[in-house]
């Protein structure tokens, strides 16, 4: 993977630009470059990257691995967008991720199609695998894993697809599944978030305190699950898995 294909990416930057309220959100590193649109519409899709994003109004002279289409309006408006972009931008796929936000991959590509080759590699099949999942970017996921679990709160079609179904995410329902592993006895955990944990965590994340802002979550997930089982083998990623940071994943461990 060398990144979205630049002219398939100007056509999508091209259509969210006459589509009013819509916009083209890509990144560099960590940071929200706005290709299209505005930061008072990213604000009502996704109010975290508003909040530090660098307004370009193009496409940013790099390779661009990750972008994301996202709405001021409504779903229906929302809906329109990624059928119109799906229809005139055959090269990509474009999905739902949130209600008025949405993902940009290459055609074929998704998280379906991203868990399989991770199985493969792996050496393991589908149905050793468990998946969460609360969007209609999850239903490919969902498809291809039969252990698949729904938060409370997914999405109409998410829900409907999944075979499991827990709390919600606000209510630490996936972290309540992690330390529920950590307490059955599995002896070896892998942590993979780049994430830290912020302020805003502190109402929905068990892991979420004043002494831990600022830590990485993987860091302070790994410090409970010791607590809980002090012979745990844990090991912590602070990164995403993406196609240009899969070589820091050495596979032929598991």
């Not at 993987?218 to 070589?247: G, L, Q």
């Amino acid at each position: 993977f060398t990144g979205l294909q630049a002219g398939a990416l100007e056509r999508v930057r091209a259509i969210a630009a006459e589509t009013p309220h819509a916009g083209l959100v890509c990144f560099d590193g960590a940071v929200p470059i706005v290709a299209a649109g505005t930061r008072d519409d990213l604000a009502r899709s996704f109010p975290a990257y508003a909040e530090r994003c660098v307004e370009l109004g193009r496409l940013p002279d790099l390779t661009v691995v990750k972008a994301n289409v996202f709405f001021g309006g409504d779903e229906a408006g929302m809906a329109a967008l990624v059928a119109r972009l799906n229809a005139e931008v055959p090269s990509l796929d474009v999905d739902r991720a949130m209600p008025v936000y949405s993902n940009i991959m290459p055609h074929g590509w998704n998280k379906g199609a991203a868990v399989l080759w991770i199985c493969e590699r792996l050496g393991i099949s589908p149905d050793e695998v468990v998946v969460f999942g609360d969007a209609d970017n999850d239903l490919p996921m969902f498809s291809a894993v039969p252990n698949s679990v729904a938060v409370s709160g997914a999405t109409h079609e998410a829900a409907a697809a999944a075979r499991w179904h827990i709390g919600a995410c606000e209510d630490d329902a996936v972290a309540a599944a992690v330390e529920a592993l950590a307490r059955s006895g599995v002896g070896t955990l892998d942590l993979i978030d780049d994430d830290k944990v912020c302020l805003t965590n502190i109402n929905r994340q068990i892991i979420a305190t004043t002494s831990t802002i600022g830590k990485y979550k993987v860091d302070v997930a790994e410090e409970r699950i010791k607590s809980i089982n002090p012979h745990a083998v844990v090991h912590t990623y602070k990164t995403f898995y993406m196609p240009d940071t899969a070589k820091e994943f050495d596979f032929s461990q598991y």
